[in-house]
């Protein structure tokens, strides 16, 4: 027994200071220091509860008056004329006293929405911020579904924090003193306890019963997570299935999630039905004995009918407050739940971040230099391994290899996605490191390998690269990456919608909407990362047209599976398990009938077989 209290104490006291945490850090949300607007109007809604609470107590007392004046026993109210003391008035004077309360509270909610939704609002900025803050390993090693999910039940949790925090916690605390006394002033101390013993032992079981729930939610939450994660991950590749007809695999995974789900559900449903029943039970035992003393003081002619009915009225107040204390606490334990993992997300750090003095990226003539650079994503697989090479000014130098040598990581380590775990990379002299990673990525235009687009219209995707550029500028990068054709033949033109991740164009489209992106942009510094590689032949031949103008007085590199798109380029550095295996111009490279020569003879070999089976069709 005694292990067993010592191994539950330290993980209850551990949870205590994370709900205390994530309060603390929630706070300046629901006390914003740069909105005192906001703060009159917190301080407005404190007043408008308590003015609620006083009138809210006044109203059994309406009914013992009746009830004596009914029952024929004259009132003594020397603070009030006789003609309000009949039941007509006292009963006007009880609607109206219910109508006031009513409007106070719902006055009260109507300027508070404001605080709460300005808390909602400025946390999900914050992690919707934070997420672009983070280093692209992250959002590789993270679900997209599962991550969305995060956001969305931390955001919605706020609002509850927030609104039960003022509009709860405090009315209800108010609500208990203020009854207490009235009982204690009316009928002595006997009830004062009664009150307090029902009070404490709900308070005492509801706290219980709800961090019990809180474990259950946790699972819940985890389960809906993965479920949402499938769901999410399945469609986004909806071909794939398709491909392999592995629909009913997609299905029995999916309701594998959704059976964890399923049982965490019964689950919470069963212990919130525990939950209400040992709430009714203590509270009904303490009505109880608060109605026994009253009948008795009734029988002994100490108390009215009146008396009677009032305190059983107070009693049936209070159970209002202490069913609503109940799902507030339940409330804000789950949003907590919520949130805590939200601020978890938050305080992820970043892995890229800016030195304190770092100043703008200057590129007077785009000289990049890579200066014995070693990399690894994780110890114990290196992938590059002191690389050296510079790319003059106005000059293309094109990296080539087998899959896996590291040839994207040198693009994704010039875009400072990720910093080199050893060496150096600078422009024109100034180390990538040392300048702000905006003004870095400002000055690259990139064409990816894998084109993802957004959501929207060919021209938006399109003018992305440059949100300052007029219309004629977007159609000119539409013309120079050879898609104005295209674009002319849709119904719709530049207002045609691209679809999710631009699944409604084929590769080769979504790549010449990449190039005219790069080109609307006209960086000092292009990376072409296998730009060509979805691209047909007749349609490479055009782009490569576009693109040597493109590529004119600019410095480039450009990541390449198909040799014949960089023969070219002012010098081909071929790589070979993260080293540099040979260097030089195509011609020379050739003539050295090593591992280039190799590649390309296998490319050449592979293409005349295309063009022979091109033919035959």
């Not at 204690?184 to 079981?205: D, E, K, P, Q, R």
């Not at 100043?359 to 114990?380: C, K």
């Not at 070979?576 to 390309?600: C, F, S, V």
Request: glycine share 6%; net charge positive; hydrophobic share 45%.
């Amino acid at each position: 027994m005694d292990s067993k209290r010592k191994t539950t104490s330290p993980q209850n006291q551990m949870a205590e200071k994370s709900v205390i945490g994530t309060v603390v850090k929630l706070w300046p949300y629901i006390w914003p220091h740069d909105r005192p607007s906001l703060k009159r109007l917190v301080f407005v809604a404190v007043l408008l509860l308590i003015a609620a609470k006083l009138v809210t107590a006044t109203v059994p007392f309406f009914f013992k008056y009746v009830t004596d004046s009914l029952a024929g026993n004259e009132l003594d109210l020397p603070f009030l004329p006789l003609f309000l003391l009949t039941p007509l008035m006292l009963i006007l004077g009880f609607v109206a006293a219910r109508i006031l309360s009513i409007a106070f509270n719902q006055l009260r909610d109507a300027l508070f929405a404001r605080v709460s939704q300005h808390a909602v609002r400025q946390l999900a900025l914050r992690a919707f911020s934070h997420m672009h803050q983070l280093s692209l390993r992250f959002h590789l090693q993270r679900r997209t579904g599962g991550l969305s999910r995060v956001i969305e039940r931390g955001t919605k949790g706020i609002e509850s924090v927030v609104r039960y925090t003022v509009l709860s916690t405090l009315p209800v605390i108010f609500e208990f003193a203020l009854y207490a006394g009235i009982f204690f002033y009316n009928f002595g101390a006997a009830y004062v306890l009664v009150i307090a013993i029902t009070v404490i032992s709900y308070s005492v079981f509801t706290v219980k019963t709800s961090n019990w729930r809180t474990i259950i939610r946790r699972e819940m939450n985890r389960s809906d997570t993965e479920a949402n994660t499938r769901a999410v991950d399945s469609l986004l590749n909806y071909e794939t299935v398709k491909y392999f007809t592995n629909e009913k695999t997609e299905l029995v995974r999916f309701d594998h999630a959704i059976a964890q789900y399923e049982k965490a559900g019964i689950k919470t449903s069963t212990s919130l039905g525990w939950l209400n029943f040992g709430q009714a039970a203590i509270f009904s035992l303490g009505m109880m004995a608060s109605m026994l003393l009253s009948a008795n003081a009734v029988v002994r002619g100490e108390q009215t009918i009146g008396d009677f009915v009032l305190i059983h009225l107070f009693l049936i107040q209070l159970s209002q407050p202490l069913a609503f204390i109940g799902g507030v606490y339940r409330e804000i334990r789950q949003s907590l739940t919520d949130i805590e993992v939200l601020f978890g997300l938050l305080e992820t750090p970043a892995e890229i971040i800016d030195l304190p003095n770092a100043a703008d990226l200057t590129v007077p003539s785009g000289v990049i230099r890579f200066d014995n650079v070693h990399f690894h994503y994780s110890d114990d697989r290196p992938i590059l391994r002191g690389i050296s090479f510079d790319v003059p000014a106005g000059k293309t130098v094109a990296i080539v290899g087998q899959s896996g040598a590291g040839k994207s990581t040198i693009s994704r380590l010039l875009c400072r996605f990720y910093d080199v775990t050893a060496g150096s990379i600078s422009i024109d002299g100034q180390d990538i490191r040392s300048v702000k990673a905006t003004s870095l990525r400002a000055a690259i235009g990139v064409v990816p390998q894998d084109t993802v687009l957004f959501n929207d219209t060919i021209g938006y995707n399109i003018h992305y690269g440059n949100l300052d550029a007029g219309k004629d500028a977007v159609w000119n990068a539409a013309v120079g990456a050879k898609i104005d054709g295209f674009i002319q033949s849709l119904p719709s033109g530049l207002e045609t919608e691209v679809g999710e991740r631009g699944l409604k164009l084929s590769g080769g489209e979504k790549q010449r909407v990449a190039i005219a992106r790069a080109i609307l942009k006209a960086p000092p510094i292009l990376i072409l990362d296998e730009a060509t590689s979805s691209l047909d032949t007749k349609t490479e031949q055009d782009i490569n047209q576009a693109l040597d103008l493109v590529l004119k007085d600019r410095t480039a590199v450009i990541i390449a599976h198909r040799l014949s798109t960089i023969v070219t380029a002012d010098e081909i550095i071929v790589l070979d398990k993260g080293q540099i295996a040979e260097r030089g111009t195509h011609q020379n490279l050739l003539a050295q009938k090593g591992l280039y020569q190799k590649m390309w003879n296998r490319q050449q070999a592979f293409q005349e077989v295309e063009q022979k089976l091109k033919s035959l069709t």
